[in-house]
C-alpha cells in the first residue's frame, strides 16, 4: 500500500523557469508533510515541510502547497537553478507505534535543470 | 558532512551471510531511524530507536535487528542475506522523537552477489 506517491519518476525544466513537483497521499492521519532533496552518494536534506492545517508555506524560492481535500502536495521552485537538480523525496509524518512520529516516503522524482 | 556518520559506505557480500551495518548519530540526536532504499523505490521505513530503546517498526524483516548502545550510535543486522536485499540504507536521526527535520547519513550500499 504506497501511501505517498509520486507519478513522475522524472521532470526537465529550463533554467530559470518554474518547476512543479507532485505527491499524491492516501494515510488521513499524516499531520506534516515534507520534502527532502537528495543529490548522487549523499543521503536526503531536509528542504521544507508544511503543516496539515496550512495551504502555503514558503521558503526563499521554494513554496510547497497543500490541497487536503485532493489529498495532493506540491513543490514549486522559482526560479530553478542547474543546482537544484537532484532527486525530491515527498514524505507524509503520522504518528505510529510507540507514539512515534515516522516519515513515509514516496519514490521520488528526480529533477533535471537544463542551463 | 551531515553529522551522521555511516560505515560502511559500500558492501559486498554473498547471499546467506550477515553484515553488520553502523550508524553514529548526529552529537546530541536521541533518535535513530533506518530506512531502505531499493531500486526505483522510495524509502521504507524499518526501526526507530529512541535513547536505547525501539520504538516504532515498519517494513522490517524478521532477518534483519537492530539495536542502539547506550552511546547512542546504531547497528543493524542483516542475516541471511538475499539477492534482494541489495539496496542502500539509510540510518537518520533526530533530537526528539517528532522532530521531523530528520538528519541523514549518505547511506550503506549493499550487494549481494
Known amino acids: 500500500d504506497q501511501q505517498v506517491k509520486q507519478n513522475s519518476p522524472s521532470l526537465s525544466v529550463q533554467e530559470g523557469r518554474i518547476s512543479i513537483l507532485n505527491c499524491d497521499y492516501t494515510?488521513?492521519?499524516?499531520?506534516?508533510f515534507l520534502w527532502y532533496k537528495k543529490y548522487p552518494a549523499e543521503g536526503p536534506t531536509f528542504l521544507i515541510s508544511?503543516?496539515?492545517?496550512?495551504d502555503k508555506n514558503e521558503d526563499g524560492r521554494f513554496t510547497v502547497f497543500l490541497n487536503k481535500s485532493a489529498k495532493h502536495l506540491s513543490l514549486h521552485i522559482v526560479p530553478s537553478q542547474p543546482g537544484d537538480s537532484a532527486v525530491y523525496f515527498c514524505a507524509g509524518a503520522a504518528f505510529s507505534s510507540g507514539s512515534a512520529r515516522q516519515l513515509t516516503f514516496g519514490s521520488g522524482t528526480q529533477l533535471t535543470v537544463l542551463p | 558532512d551531515s553529522g551522521v556518520t555511516q560505515t560502511p559506505k559500500h558492501l559486498i557480500t554473498a547471499t546467506g551471510q550477515r553484515v553488520t551495518l553502523r550508524c553514529s548519530p548526529r552529537s546530541g540526536d536521541l533518535s535513530v531511524y533506518w530506512y531502505q532504499q531499493s531500486l526505483d523505490q522510495g524509502l521504507q521505513f524499518l526501526i526507530q530507536y529512541y535513547n536505547g530503546e525501539e520504538r516504532a517498526k515498519g517494513n522490517i524483516l524478521e532477518r534483519f535487528s537492530a539495536q542502539q548502545f547506550p552511546d547512542l550510535h546504531s547497528e543493524l543486522n542483516l542475516s541471511s542475506l538475499e539477492l534482494g536485499d541489495s539496496a542502500l540504507y539509510f540510518c537518520?536521526?533526530?533530537?526528539?522523537?517528532?522532530?521531523?527535520?530528520?538528519?541523514f547519513g549518505s547511506g550503506t550500499r549493499l550487494t549481494v552477489v
Open positions: 508544511i503543516s496539515s492545517i496550512k
Open positions: 537518520a536521526s533526530s533530537v526528539l522523537q517528532g522532530n521531523y527535520g530528520y538528519t
Open positions: 494515510n488521513s492521519m499524516f499531520d506534516y
